[in-house]
C-alpha cells in the first residue's frame, strides 16, 4: 500500500438491518436498549430499596421491643419507690404537726421501707 490511498473500513450492520445504518437508525437502537436497561436498573433499585427499608423497619421495631420491656419494669419500680416515699412524708408531716394517729414506731416503719 502506498501513502496516497485511501482505505475506508466499515463495520457490520448492527442488528438484522443489511445494508448501511443510518445514525438515527443506530441512536434509536440504542434509545430502545438504554430504555429498558433504564426501566430495568431502577426496578432493581426499587427493590433494593424496598428491602432494605423493610429490614431496617424489623430491626427498630426488635429494637423497640427490648426497650419498652426494660422501661416497663424500670417504671414499675420507680413509681413504687414515689409512691412509698410520699406514704412517708404524709407520715412525717401527720407526725411533725403532732397528730396521734402516727406513732414514733410507724414513722420508723414508713422510713425503713
Do not use: C
Not at 429494637?63 to 419498652?68: G, L, P, Q, R, T
Not at 417504671?75 to 397528730?99: C, H, M, P, R
Request: hydrophobic share 40%; no cysteine; charged share 20%.
Amino acid at each position: 500500500m502506498s501513502g496516497s490511498e485511501n482505505v475506508t473500513k466499515t463495520g457490520p450492520a448492527i442488528g438484522s438491518v443489511t445494508g448501511p445504518v443510518t445514525l438515527t437508525e443506530e441512536t434509536g437502537r440504542w434509545r430502545a436498549i438504554s430504555g429498558r436497561f433504564r426501566y430495568l436498573a431502577l426496578a432493581t433499585v426499587v427493590v433494593i430499596f424496598a428491602g432494605s427499608a423493610a429490614l431496617t423497619l424489623i430491626k427498630i421495631r426488635t429494637e423497640y421491643e427490648a426497650a419498652v420491656a426494660e422501661y416497663k419494669t424500670t417504671l414499675w419500680y420507680v413509681s413504687q419507690i414515689e409512691f412509698e416515699f410520699s406514704k412517708f412524708l404524709n407520715a412525717l408531716d401527720q407526725f411533725g404537726t403532732g397528730d396521734t394517729a402516727v406513732s414514733k414506731p410507724d414513722l420508723i416503719q414508713r422510713f425503713s421501707v
